[in-house]
């Protein structure tokens, strides 16, 4: 079960960090993703870490500014967003993948996925 937090109204140009908890699996053996579906639009990989968080994807609509991180001793992960634009307004939702791959681009091979935070950026 993951469960995320952290969305909000924000000002464009402004931060938000988001935060996925999970509980029920091995935090640290899964690979965790974070999806984004804007209304009208297809959901989307935004960034992606590995189990150890060695290793990240970004898209490249949000690389450098954004940031994936993870604490498996907290068993949550982490999406720092600055600079944030108008065009980032989406409902956010965590993933966990398992398997011997930590990403795939593909949300069918994500096996657990939490329940959605709306991120709204005004202009």
């Known amino acids: 079960q993951l469960q995320a937090s952290g969305g909000g109204l924000v000002q464009a140009g402004g931060s938000l960090r988001l935060s996925c908890v999970g509980s029920?699996?091995?935090?640290?053996?899964?690979?965790m993703g974070w999806f984004r579906q804007a209304q009208g639009n297809e959901r989307e990989v935004v960034a992606a870490?590995?189990?150890?968080?060695?290793?990240?994807y970004y898209a490249d609509s949000v690389k450098g500014r954004f940031t994936i991180s993870r604490d498996n001793a907290k068993n949550t992960v982490y999406l720092q967003m600055n600079s944030l634009k108008p065009e980032d307004t989406a409902v956010y939702y965590c993933?966990?993948?398992?398997?011997?791959?930590?990403?795939?681009?593909?949300?069918?091979?994500?096996?657990?996925w939490g329940q959605g935070t709306l991120v709204t950026v005004s202009s």
């Open positions: 993933a966990a993948k398992s398997g011997i791959s930590w990403y795939s681009p593909d949300e069918t091979l994500y096996d657990y």
């Open positions: 029920g699996r091995p935090f640290s053996r899964l690979g």
């Open positions: 870490i590995s189990w150890s968080g060695g290793n990240t």
